[in-house]
């Protein structure tokens, strides 16, 4: 189908950005940033703004810089600019491995990280690194600038704490340390799908012992999150597959599982320890 | 119906200029505006591919992007490919290795072929599958576009050695 009328007010700064979403939003205006969720939910007719404020004009927003410690991501920097590290440590490895699970080559020229985090996706792969990393979220309106911890940026499933008149500016990652070994697993049905499960884990490993441990499941729940009861079972122990394998266990009972047609339950439950398991021992071999 | 706005749109190296609604994608402009039909529609939400154009030399979805969101761009389609002295070498390739049968993800696959061999002439084999996993094809079983892409990617990169 054809996307319903709206008009097209394209923006040159973040200024006047938000000065056109404070007009605009209480008369069904909202943001267009890579397009990539948007538009096919208007071309299906889901989604019907009456304005859209296009923000791929804003020079400043292409903003990609590591400074103190934290990678920033403004919000026009693409899936693509992932694909290969955009920092030489953890992190920019990280990333890499995870842009390649999201959609299709030709979306990722397209689609942005902080659009994903806009969109709130349950299966989006930004947002679960986003919760389990610890992101901030910068929300500016002609209100005023906030920053937003990720946990509590998502309230369910495409919810966030976004107001009808924030533009979400920038993202913030904080690196990991030099030491710190990350793994990432997806499952999905065919390449380029959303995930059923997936999971994201990290842990550094001091005098044999694992520290700082976390886990992070998406695509399972209304939103990714992480799994204090699994990151329990990691902390001090050694790295070893009975471990990856008990905490992966943790981590399927501790969740509650989004049901649809095709999904059980209980098949998304076995999909979560195996996929725990996995990236936990993607990251065990994470020695560079 | 919105007002319509007048933009220019270069396609292939030529400038056409179009008056559109925003709500028109970057598809339908080609088509139905500029008359350049050789890109086709299959989903129109992103899913299939079979309206890939190259926009500043990188792949895109032409119904995931509104016709006034790329002026100022250049844009490559289907028609780009061949010019007096024949066929693109793809389009040899795809007839050389039977990789269409009905040819409506023709025009797609062939684009984003075209926009990847450009950005990476050494893309490796895996890689290479994993690009083209973006598109559907309904007819050959992809194998046929697989071994037609990576002949030619060969074929250059043993040009390029005899070059040297
Ligand atoms: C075939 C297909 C497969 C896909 N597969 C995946 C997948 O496997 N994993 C995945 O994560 N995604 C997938 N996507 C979605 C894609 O990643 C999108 O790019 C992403 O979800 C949204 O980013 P965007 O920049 O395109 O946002 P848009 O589509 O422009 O916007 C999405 C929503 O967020 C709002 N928004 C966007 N940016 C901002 C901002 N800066 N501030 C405030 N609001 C904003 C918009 O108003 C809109 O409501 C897929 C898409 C397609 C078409
Ligand atoms: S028509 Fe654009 S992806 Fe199917
Ligand atoms: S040749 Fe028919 S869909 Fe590909």
Same mark, same amino acid.
């Given at each position: 189908m054809k996307p319903a009328p709206f008009q097209w007010h394209p923006a040159s700064s973040l200024d006047e950005a938000v000065a056109l979403l404070a007009r605009y939003a209480p008369e069904d205006g909202r943001v267009i940033a890579g397009g990539q969720s948007l538009v096919p939910s208007m071309a299906l007719r889901v989604a019907l703004p009456a304005h859209l404020i296009d923000i791929n004009g804003i020079a400043s927003l292409a903003r990609l810089e590591v400074e103190a410690g934290r990678l920033s991501i403004g919000?026009?920097?693409? @899936?693509?600019?992932?694909? @290969?590290?955009?920092?030489?440590g953890v992190l920019g490895r990280l990333l890499a491995t995870v842009a390649a699970n999201i959609a299709h080559a030709p979306i990722r020229t397209r689609g942005t990280f902080c659009g994903s985090l806009a969109n709130a996706d349950p299966a989006s792969e930004w947002c679960l690194v986003a919760a389990t990393l610890g992101a901030t979220l910068v929300a500016v309106s002609a209100r005023g600038t906030r920053e937003v911890a990720a946990a509590d940026w998502? @309230?369910?499933?495409?919810?966030?704490? =976004?107001?009808?008149?924030? =533009? =979400?500016?920038e993202a913030r990652l904080p690196l990991l340390a030099t030491d710190a070994r990350a793994g990432f697993h997806e499952f999905s049905r065919r390449a380029g799908d959303y995930a059923l499960a997936m999971s994201l884990c990290t842990f550094r490993v001091v005098e044999g012992r694992m520290r700082e441990a976390r886990v992070g499941v998406g695509g399972v729940e209304p939103q990714p999150r992480r799994i204090p009861e699994a990151e329990r079972l990691l902390?001090?122990?050694?790295?070893e597959p009975e471990t990856f394998a008990r905490a992966a266990r943790a981590a399927a009972d501790a969740v509650d599982p989004l049901e649809d047609i095709r999904t059980r339950a209980a098949y998304r439950r076995d999909l979560v320890a195996a996929s725990v398991r996995r990236s936990l021992q993607a990251a065990c071999d994470d020695t560079h | 119906m919105t007002p319509r706005i007048d933009i220019t749109l270069n396609v292939n190296g030529s400038d056409h200029d179009i008056r559109v609604e925003p709500r028109r994608t970057l598809a339908d402009a080609l088509r139905q505006d500029c008359g350049l039909t050789g890109t086709n529609v299959g989903c129109e939400h992103g899913v299939c591919g079979a309206c890939t154009v190259l926009l500043d030399g990188e792949p895109v979805r032409?119904?995931?992007?509104?016709?006034?969101?790329?002026?100022g761009r250049r844009l490559r389609t289907v028609e780009g490919l061949a010019n007096a002295e024949g066929l693109h070498p793809l389009q040899q390739a795809f007839t050389d290795h039977h990789a269409l049968q009905c040819g409506y993800c023709t025009p797609g696959f062939l684009m984003l072929a075209a926009g990847t061999l450009e950005r990476h002439?050494?893309?490796d084999d895996e890689s290479l599958r994993e690009v083209l996993s973006s598109n559907l094809c309904r007819c050959t079983g992809y194998q046929n576009i697989l071994r037609a892409v990576r002949a030619v990617r060969d074929s250059r990169r043993l040009a390029r050695e005899d070059a040297r």
């Open positions: 919000a026009c920097v693409r @899936h693509a600019a992932f694909e @290969h590290p955009v920092e030489p998502f @309230h369910g499933i495409m919810t966030t704490a =976004l107001a009808e008149d924030e =533009l =979400l500016a902390e001090g122990e050694r790295p | 032409s119904c995931l992007m509104f016709a006034v969101q790329a002026q002439p050494d893309i």
